[in-house]
């Protein structure tokens, strides 16, 4: 049973940049695909992109000039790298794994448990 | 960007009653619908995906319809359990979600 847990400073300052990283057990990461989205009572729910474990990736359009999603194999671990944050970036943070069906993305499941990242001086 | 607009905003039912959410589209997204739940203090849980197929674990209380912008979430026979925020989620234009029905139990 594949199971998501994020981790990454829970307090960044403003115009810095943010970093989280979810460590996958129970399954290898390399055939997947894996997104990272966030929560706020501002914009709700918010698909921030993917990494596939061909180290490809996509990204939300208005958040492309500053998101980067990484992963590491050995480590069996995808990151989450923000930049030039604001306060409105503050959320909480949910790394998943795309639920596929015959090759496409259906949805996302399992979800981690989230990581709150409050953006502030 | 697709606007999902879900209503009520709140639904306030008893144990064994149905419950009957909406999820509206800006725009035409087919069969790219998707609904989850979510309990607070835990992340989203994946309930049905292409409109009417239960995800993996189900319940067969738990069912879909709907098409092209208009989708329906329905809840047979609800149990304590039950008692969360439901969100729908469409894939046809990257991935936007709904704000979220809370169902509450009397």
């Known amino acids: 049973q594949v199971q998501l847990q994020e981790s990454g400073p829970g307090l960044v300052k403003p115009s810095e940049t943010l970093s989280l990283t979810c460590t996958v057990s129970?399954?290898?990461?390399?055939?997947?695909?894996w997104s990272w989205l966030r929560q706020s009572p501002g914009k709700g729910l918010e698909w921030i992109g993917y990494?596939?474990?061909?180290?490809?990736?996509d990204y939300k359009s208005s958040l492309k000039s500053r998101v980067t999603i990484s992963l590491d194999t050995s480590k069996n671990q995808f990151s989450l790298k923000l930049t030039s944050v604001t306060a409105a970036d503050t959320a909480i943070y949910y790394c998943?794994?795309?639920?596929?069906?015959?090759?496409?993305?259906?949805?996302?499941?399992?979800w981690g448990q989230g990581t709150l990242v409050t953006v502030s001086s | 960007e697709i606007v999902l607009t879900q209503s009520p905003a709140t639904l306030s039912l008893s144990p064994g009653e149905t419950a009957t959410l909406s999820c509206r589209a800006s725009?035409?997204?087919?069969?790219?619908l998707a609904w989850y739940q979510q309990k607070p203090g835990q992340a989203p849980r994946l309930l049905i995906y292409d409109v009417s197929n239960r995800a993996t674990g189900i319940p067969a209380r738990f069912s879909g319809s709907g098409s092209e912008t208009d989708f329906t979430l329905t809840i047979s026979s609800l149990e304590p359990e039950d008692s969360a925020v439901y969100f729908c989620q469409q894939r046809s234009d990257w991935r936007t979600f709904g704000q979220g029905t809370k169902v509450e139990m009397k």
């Open positions: 990494v596939y474990g061909s180290g490809s990736t």
């Open positions: 998943a794994k795309d639920y596929m069906v015959r090759g496409l993305n259906r949805g996302f499941d399992p």
């Open positions: 129970g399954e290898s990461i390399s055939p997947h695909y």
């Open positions: 725009q035409y997204i087919g069969n790219y």
